[in-house]
Nanobody
Framework: QVALVESGGGLVQVGGSLRLSCVLS????????VGWFRQGPGKEREFVAA????????YNADSVKGRFTISEDNAKKTVYLQMSSLKPEDTAAYYC???????????????????WGQGTQVSVSS
């Protein structure tokens, strides 16, 4: 049994900060990468950021560069998404996902990810 559990969502004002956590569980589960995606009201799911399990290579979507930081603690099997300078357009359900297979330097599309968490809601008020 493999599972990803997100936490840390909530309601914040414009310019505020939140840190999301994604805990990975499973017997000897070692994904190639872990990514964060989000889906706002009436919008399609979009890529936010990703990190490789080894090497700590990261990649961020243009919409969050300079504001969001992805990191990991391999020993604790936890991936974090530190969000700062939040904007109303950041309002969405945020999902973490694990990719078992390598698709180039780092996966950035939902189809490349195999295991998904249930999501945590982030709401930013103006």
């Amino acid at each position: 049994q493999v599972a990803l559990v997100e936490s840390g969502g909530g309601l914040v004002q414009v310019g505020g900060s939140l840190r999301l956590s994604c805990v990975l569980s499973g017997r000897s589960f070692r994904p190639f990468s872990v990514g964060w995606f989000r889906q706002g009201p009436g919008k399609e799911r979009e890529f936010v950021a990703a990190i490789t399990w080894t090497g700590s290579t990261t990649y961020n979507a243009d919409s969050v560069k300079g504001r969001f930081t992805i990191s990991e603690d391999n020993a604790k099997k936890t991936v974090y998404l530190q969000m700062s300078s939040l904007k109303p357009e950041d309002t969405a359900a945020y999902y973490c996902a694990a990719a078992k297979t390598q698709f180039g330097p780092i996966p950035t599309t939902a189809l490349e990810y195999d295991i998904w968490g249930q999501g945590t809601q982030v709401s930013v008020s103006s």
